[in-house]
C-alpha cells in the first residue's frame, strides 16, 4: 500500500484567525477518510487546501509523496489531478449530462471519451438521461453526475465536500453507501467533509472529528463511539451523558448510579475524581434490578424509547429500551450498568 | 513545479487589497461616470448672479408647483392602473388573462413624447374627434366644451399611460412570489377576495409597489419632450431655457442640483423600499396560485379595465401612428430617412457595446476583488440611472467646454495652433452622456449573469485541470451569452428613446430618430414624425418580448 495524501501539520489561517491549527493525517491508496465536525470548525477550509483554493501558513500538504503545498508555495489546483464534489454540485446548467462528465477529460480520442462516459454512466446507471441538461434531473441525479464528473479524468484523490447536504434525509444515507460502493469498486482515494456523522459512518474508512480547527481524534467510526479521545468527540459523536465520579479500586467507580464495575484504562488511579462517559446503550432495562429510576422524559423512536431517567443527585442519565416497555412519564423503572470498558476523562 | 509558486506569488500580491492597478481602474471609471453629478452639486457654489433672482421671482414657483402637480397625477394614475391590472392579472382569471399578462407591458415601448403628440393629433380641435363632435352637433369653434389635452392633467395621463408598466411589472412578482398560504389564512379567517386583497396582499405588497412607483416617478422628473410639447413648465424646461434662452450656465446647473434633490429622495425611498421587500416574504414555499374565477359580469369588467388600459397606452396610439405612416409612405421613405436610421443605429450601437465593455470589467472587478472600496465604486457607477439626461448634459457640457477651451488656449499660445472645439459638441460628448445615463442598465444585467456562474463552478473547471482562459472559453462565455445580448438590447433600446441629452448635446446638424420625431412633432407635422417614432415603437418591443419571456420562464420554473 503507498500513501496517496499525507497532511503533515496544516494550519490554515484568515489574517491573523486561525482556523486549522496543526492538522495531520495520511490516507492509504483505496482508503475513504472524512473530516467530520459542527460547522465553522475549519473542516472546509481544510479540504480546499488539499484540493488547492486556500493557502497554507503552516505545514505541508502531500499528494503521492510530492509537496503540494507548504507556506508560500502552492501547486494550482489545475495542476494537482484532483477531483472535487461540491456541497452545490456546480453543475454547468449550459452543457448536457454528457458534456458535464466529459468536461475535464483532455487529450484523449473521441472514441476514449465515449467510453469513458458510457462506462461511468452506467456505474450510477444514468445513461437515461446522457443528453438531459441538469435542470431536468432530480437532486439524486445531479449528485451522482457530479460524482463521476469529478471522477472522469481519472484523478489522484477525490475531494467531496458536504456531498449530500442539500438532498433529501431519507436520501442521504442510501446515496452514502452507494458512493462508498463506486469509490471502492474503482480503490478511489477520497475525502468527505460533512458535519452528519451517520453520512462519514455510512462512507468513510476513517474519521477525523474536527473542534475549533484542531483534530481531536483521527479513528474509524467505532473507535470513535467507543473510545473517544476526548469530551468533545464523546459529546459530538452519538449521545451520551458525563457523571461525575471517582474511582475506587480497580475497574470501579462511584457515581450517582452506584458502583460501576468495567475495566479503566492505565492512565486512571484509585481516588480519582473524574467524568464517566454513559451511552444510552449502557445502560439496560431490568425490572428486577434494585436500581429504581424516575422517568422524566420520553422519546419514540420506532423500535425503541429513549428514556431520560433522574438520579438521587438531579442528574440525569439516558437509556434505550425496546419499545414495548411503555412507562408513564413519572414512573420508575428498574436498570443496571452494563459496560466493558469505561470511558472516563479528568474531572473539570 | 516549483514554476507554479512563482506565479502563485504574484497572484497572491495582486489579491492583497488595499490598492492595485483592477481597483484603481474601477476607481477612475466609477469617479469618470460620477463627474457629470459632481459637477452640478458643485455649482450649488457657484454664483449664477441676478438670473437667479429673476427665476426665483418669476417662473421657479411654477417650475416646483407643476413638477410636484406632475408627480401627484402620474402616482395616482400609475397606482391605479399598475397594481389594478397587476392583480387581476397574477391572482384573478378572465377571459384573455394570458394575453393581457404580457400585452399590458407594451405601453413601456411607447416613449411618453410620442404618445403625447399623437393623442394631440386625436384630440386636437382638428382632430379626428373634434372635428367628428362638429359635424354631429353642429357646434363651431368656442360653442361646446371639450377637455384641453395640452396641460398638466394632459401630460399627467400620457406619462401614466405608458410608465404604470413599472408598477405593474414589480407589484406583479409581489403578488405571486406571496405565499398563497397567507392569503388562504385569510380566507379561511373569513374574509372574502376584496377584504383579502385590501387587508393582506396589498400590505405585502407595499414595498415593491413603491419601488415601482419611485420608478415611475424618476422618469416623470426626466421627461422632457412630453412636458415642453404640452406647454407644461417643469424643471426639465426650466433648465433647457435657462440653458439656451438666457444662456446661463450656473443657474441652469442649479436648477438642476434642485431636480437632482427631489431625485434624490425618490432614489433613497427605491433602495428602503427594495430592502424591506425582502423580509416581506414570509415563506419560501409557494404552490400554484389557486385564481379567483371571475365570470359573468365580474369578468367583463376585468377584461374591459385591462383592454382600455391596453387600448389607451399602445393600441390606440399605435393604431394612429400606423395611419400616420401608410398615408405619408411616399414623401417620408427617402434618403433623409435612411440616414437618420443610421445615425441613430450607430449611435446606438455604439453607445450599447461601449456600455457593455465597461459593464463587463466592473462587473469581473466586482468578482474577482470583493473589496468595500470596489464595491462601492462600482453601486456609484450604477447610480446614473436615475439622473435626468437634461442634468447629464449639463454636467457634462459644462466640464467638456471648461476642457476645450484650456486646451485651445493652451494650444494657441504655446503653438500657435488652436485647437477649437475638441470633445464639447462631438459623438464623444453625447456617448459619454449615453454611458452616464444607461451603463445601470449593462451593469445589472451582466452582474445578475456573473451571479449564476457559481464560485464552485470556476473551482470545478479548474480542479478538472482548465486554466484561467479556458474557464472563460468553456464556461463563462457560454452562460453569459444571453446576459450580455439583453443588456446590449436593453442599451441600444434605451439609447434610441432617449430624447433631451440627445437635443443638448448632439453635434450640429446631427439628426436621430428622436430627435427628428420631437421637431416634426414640434412644428405641428405630426403625421411627418410617424415613421421616426414608429421606428422607435418598434424597436422599444423588443426589450418587452425579452421581459414576457423573462417572466413566463420563472412562472414555468415554479411549477416544475
Known amino acids: 500500500m503507498k500513501i496517496q495524501l499525507e497532511v503533515n501539520n496544516a494550519s490554515i489561517a484568515y489574517g491573523d484567525k486561525e482556523v486549522v491549527n496543526r492538522v495531520s493525517f495520511t490516507l492509504q491508496e483505496g482508503d475513504i477518510g472524512s473530516l467530520l465536525g459542527p460547522s465553522g470548525c475549519g473542516k472546509t477550509s481544510l479540504l480546499r487546501s488539499i484540493a488547492g483554493f486556500e493557502p497554507l501558513s503552516k505545514g505541508e500538504i502531500n499528494l503521492q509523496g510530492c509537496c503540494v503545498a507548504k507556506p508560500g508555495y502552492m501547486v494550482a489546483p489545475e495542476k494537482r489531478r484532483v477531483g472535487m464534489v461540491f456541497q452545490d454540485f456546480a453543475l454547468y446548467p449550459h452543457l448536457t449530462v454528457a458534456d458535464n462528465v466529459i468536461f475535464g477529460l483532455r487529450g484523449e480520442t473521441k472514441k476514449q471519451r465515449s467510453e469513458r462516459l458510457n462506462e461511468l454512466l452506467q456505474l450510477v446507471d444514468l445513461q437515461h438521461v446522457a443528453h438531459h441538461y441538469p435542470h431536468q434531473l432530480s437532486g439524486g441525479q445531479q449528485q451522482r453526475v457530479a460524482l463521476v464528473r469529478a471522477m472522469a479524468p481519472r484523478p489522484d484523490i477525490l475531494l467531496l465536500d458536504e456531498p449530500f447536504s442539500g438532498l433529501d434525509v431519507e436520501l442521504r444515507e442510501q446515496l452514502a453507501r452507494e458512493v462508498r460502493d463506486i469509490l471502492k469498486r474503482d480503490n478511489i482515494t477520497a475525502v468527505l467533509v460533512t458535519h452528519d456523522q451517520l453520512e462519514a459512518f455510512a462512507m468513510a474508512d476513517f474519521i477525523g472529528v474536527l473542534g475549533e480547527g484542531r483534530l481531536r481524534q483521527w479513528a474509524t467510526g467505532y473507535d470513535l463511539y467507543h473510545k473517544p479521545a476526548d469530551p468533545f468527540v464523546a459529546d459530538f459523536i452519538g449521545q451520551g451523558v458525563m457523571l461525575a465520579g471517582t474511582v475506587t479500586g480497580a475497574n470501579r467507580v462511584d457515581t450517582a448510579l452506584g458502583m460501576v464495575e468495567g475495566s479503566l484504562s492505565a492512565n486512571v488511579a484509585d481516588g480519582d475524581r473524574i467524568k464517566l462517559l454513559l451511552r444510552p446503550d449502557d445502560l439496560l432495562h431490568d425490572d428486577d434490578s434494585p436500581l429504581q429510576l424516575e422517568v422524566v422524559d420520553k422519546a419514540f423512536r420506532g423500535a425503541e424509547y429513549l428514556y431520560t431517567l433522574k438520579l438521587s443527585d438531579g442528574s440525569h442519565v439516558m437509556c434505550l429500551v425496546q419499545s414495548h416497555h411503555d412507562h408513564a412519564i413519572g414512573r420508575s423503572i428498574g436498570v443496571r450498568v452494563h459496560a466493558d470498558h469505561l470511558v472516563t476523562f479528568p474531572a473539570d | 513545479m516549483q514554476s507554479d509558486s512563482l506565479e502563485l506569488k504574484i497572484k497572491t500580491a495582486f489579491q492583497r487589497p488595499a490598492f492595485n492597478f483592477l481597483s484603481f481602474g474601477v476607481v477612475a471609471l466609477c469617479l469618470l461616470m460620477a463627474l457629470p453629478v459632481m459637477v452640478i ?520
Not at chain 2, 405612416?325 to 436610421?341: P, R
Not at chain 2, 472587478?365 to 456609484?380: D, E, F, S, Y
Request: one cysteine or more.
Open chain 2, 41 to 560: 452639486v458643485g455649482y450649488i457654489f457657484v454664483p449664477a448672479g441676478d438670473v437667479w433672482q429673476h427665476l426665483a421671482d418669476t417662473v421657479l414657483k411654477d417650475y416646483v408647483s407643476n413638477s410636484l402637480l406632475l408627480m401627484l397625477g402620474v402616482a395616482i394614475g400609475v397606482l391605479v392602473l399598475g397594481v389594478g391590472a397587476a392583480w387581476q392579472t397574477s391572482m384573478c382569471d378572465f377571459p384573455g388573462r394570458k394575453i393581457f399578462e404580457w400585452a399590458l407591458l407594451l405601453p413601456m415601448a411607447m416613449p411618453a413624447y410620442i404618445i403625447a403628440y399623437t393623442y394631440t393629433g386625436l384630440f386636437d380641435f382638428a382632430g379626428p374627434l373634434q372635428t367628428l363632435i362638429r359635424e354631429m352637433t353642429g357646434l363651431g369653434y368656442g360653442e361646446y366644451w371639450f377637455p384641453e389635452i395640452r396641460s398638466v392633467e394632459g401630460a399627467a395621463i400620457m406619462l401614466s399611460l405608458v410608465l404604470y408598466p413599472y408598477v405593474y411589472l414589480l407589484t406583479r412578482a409581489a403578488f405571486l412570489s406571496q405565499s398563497i398560504c397567507v392569503l388562504d389564512v385569510s380566507r379561511t379567517l373569513g374574509n372574502g377576495p376584496w377584504r383579502t386583497f385590501f387587508t393582506v396582499a396589498l400590505p405585502l405588497a407595499r414595498p415593491a409597489i413603491i419601488a415601482g412607483l419611485s420608478l415611475a416617478l424618476m422618469e416623470t422628473l426626466a421627461d422632457y419632450g412630453t412636458v415642453q410639447y404640452f406647454g407644461v413648465s417643469t424643471f426639465t424646461t426650466g433648465i433647457f431655457r435657462t440653458w439656451f434662452g438666457l444662456d446661463n450656465s450656473a443657474a441652469a446647473a442649479q436648477l438642476s442640483a434642485m431636480l437632482l434633490l427631489f431625485v434624490f429622495i425618490l432614489v433613497m425611498l427605491e433602495r428602503i423600499s427594495r430592502r424591506q421587500a425582502k423580509y416581506h416574504h414570509t415563506s419560501q414555499r409557494h404552490q400554484a396560485i389557486v385564481r379567483f374565477k371571475l365570470s359573468g359580469l365580474r369578468g367583463v369588467a376585468a377584461f374591459s379595465f385591462c383592454f382600455v388600459v391596453l387600448f389607451l397606452g399602445f393600441l390606440l396610439p399605435a393604431g394612429q401612428l400606423l395611419y400616420w405612416a401608410l398615408t405619408t409612405a411616399e414623401e417620408s421613405l427617402d434618403l433623409d430617412f435612411l440616414i437618420l436610421v443610421w445615425n441613430s443605429l450607430k449611435l446606438a450601437g455604439l453607445a450599447a457595446i461601449l456600455a457593455l465593455c465597461l459593464a463587463l470589467f466592473l462587473g469581473y472587478a466586482n468578482r474577482l476583488q470583493n473589496g468595500w472600496l470596489v464595491k462601492t465604486a462600482v453601486r456609484v457607477a450604477g447610480m446614473g440611472y436615475a439622473v435626468p439626461g437634461t442634468v447629464i448634459a449639463v454636467g457634462v457640457i459644462i466640464p467638456f467646454a471648461a476642457f476645450d477651451n484650456a486646451v485651445d488656449a493652451w494650444m494657441d499660445e504655446t503653438f500657435g495652433l488652436p485647437t477649437g472645439l475638441l470633445l464639447s459638441g462631438t459623438l464623444v460628448a453625447l456617448l459619454f452622456a449615453y454611458l452616464v445615463r444607461f451603463l445601470a442598465v449593462a451593469l445589472q444585467t451582466v452582474e445578475a449573469g456573473l451571479g449564476r456562474i457559481r464560485p464552485s463552478m470556476d473551482e470545478a473547471a479548474r480542479s478538472m485541470g482548465c486554466k484561467s482562459q479556458e474557464i472563460i472559453r468553456r464556461v463563462h462565455i457560454p452562460m453569459l451569452k444571453g446576459s450580455l445580448l439583453t443588456a446590449l438590447l436593453l442599451v441600444f433600446v434605451d439609447v434610441l428613446k432617449e430624447l433631451p441629452a440627445t437635443l443638448i448635446l448632439r453635434p450640429f446638424n446631427f439628426n436621430t430618430l428622436a430627435v427628428r420625431a420631437y421637431e416634426l412633432a414640434s412644428d405641428e407635422r405630426l403625421a411627418d414624425a410617424s415613421y421616426a417614432a414608429l421606428t422607435i415603437v418598434v424597436a422599444g418591443i423588443l426589450p418587452v418580448i425579452l421581459l414576457s419571456r423573462s417572466i413566463t420562464r420563472s412562472r414555468h420554473e415554479d411549477t416544475t
